[in-house]
Nanobody, 130 residues
Framework: QVQLVESGGGSVQAGGSLRLSCAASGHTYGTYCMGWFRQAPGKEREGIAGIYTGGVNLYYADSVKGRFTISQDNAKNTLYLHMNNLNPEDTAMYYC???????????????????????WGQGTQVTVSS
């Protein structure tokens, strides 16, 4: 079992920045496919960033590429999402998710898929005003 707890959300004006954190606990050893997702009211949950913890491969959706950065701190069992140049379209609930023992090829091909993941956090709200 893995528990994921997101934090760092809040309200910010357009052009601002936030850093989201996802603290993992429980069975956290080994390699994982981990992802950040977001869901706006009335919309489907979408994958925006992914990482294979066993390497240096990072994945991004086109909507956030160049503005968001996913990173990890293995010593702290924490995943981060650095968000810059935020705009109102980024307003959503943000979730982190984990798939333990996912092979690299599987993560590379499907990091963005909701059904790829086994464990989910409770989410943290990000609101961007114009």
């Amino acid at each position: 079992q893995v528990q994921l707890v997101e934090s760092g959300g809040g309200s910010v004006q357009a052009g601002g920045s936030l850093r989201l954190s996802c603290a993992a606990s429980g069975h956290t050893y080994g390699t994982y496919c981990m992802g950040w997702f977001r869901q706006a009211p009335g919309k489907e949950r979408e994958g925006i960033a992914g990482i294979y913890t066993g390497g240096v491969n990072l994945y991004y959706a086109d909507s956030v590429k160049g503005r968001f950065t996913i990173s990890q701190d293995n010593a702290k069992n924490t995943l981060y999402l650095h968000m810059n140049n935020l705009n109102p379209e980024d307003t959503a609930m943000y979730y982190c998710a984990a798939h333990p023992a996912a092979p690299y090829a599987y993560c590379s091909a499907s990091w963005w898929r909701v059904d790829n993941y086994v464990y989910w956090g409770q989410g943290t709200q990000v609101t961007v005003s114009s």
